[in-house]
């Protein structure tokens, strides 16, 4: 399967709204295949050279659901501004097995490559999450802190898994009301 800007499913497809499956561990060719090219995408997205050349939308993670898959798996990967991996996950089965009371959102709201429109608003996230998932790459169980912006991309992506996006969090009245006790990321 080849992952681009135009196989990538977009909000106008119902299937962007379907919920995702449980994963069955061992981890098949087939999905460890699939799990990895994600992976790359959003690796290689980032690369401007890459990108442009190869049709791909700049990411910090897709989730299968996003390239038509309902499996629970999603690749995030989170760079410096240089470039470098600080965290590159591929995940299975992702599970929130804790969250913070407090929160926290973009100061620039978010993106994704399923909307092509921009929607602005503030979208409040759990400023902290411990997940438990298998990690393809790493190949083991894993449990991650995760706060602030990684804790969003997770939360964002893990979203998708329950077919929601996005703006279904923003308030509609008030899209830049400002919560107490959150955080702004900027
Ligand atoms: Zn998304």
Do not use: W
Request: one cysteine or more.
């Amino acid at each position: 399967m080849k992952i681009n800007t135009e196989t990538i499913i977009k909000d106008n497809n119902p299937k962007i709204r379907e919920k995702s499956e449980d994963v069955k561990l061992p981890l098949s060719a087939q999905d460890r295949q699939l799990l990895m090219q994600m992976y790359d995408y959003v690796d290689r997205s980032t690369d401007p050279d890459i990108a442009e050349k190869e049709n791909l939308q700049p990411a910090v993670g897709i989730s299968a659901i996003q390239v038509g898959v309902k499996k629970k798996m999603a690749a995030i990967i989170v760079k410096d501004s240089d470039g470098n991996i600080v965290y590159g996950f591929a995940l299975v089965n992702p599970k929130i097995i804790s969250e913070s009371v407090e929160k926290a959102y973009l100061k620039g709201g978010e993106g994704c490559l399923s909307v092509p429109l921009n929607h602005e608003g503030y979208v409040y996230r759990k400023k902290r999450i411990k997940v438990k998932a298998y990690d393809a790459l790493t190949d083991r169980e894993v449990i991650i802190e995760a706060k602030d912006y990684l804790a969003i991309v997770m939360q964002h992506e893990f979203d998708h898994f329950k077919g929601i996006l996005y703006y279904d969090h923003i308030d509609k009245d008030q899209p830049f009301k400002v919560l107490d006790n959150a955080t702004c990321i900027e």
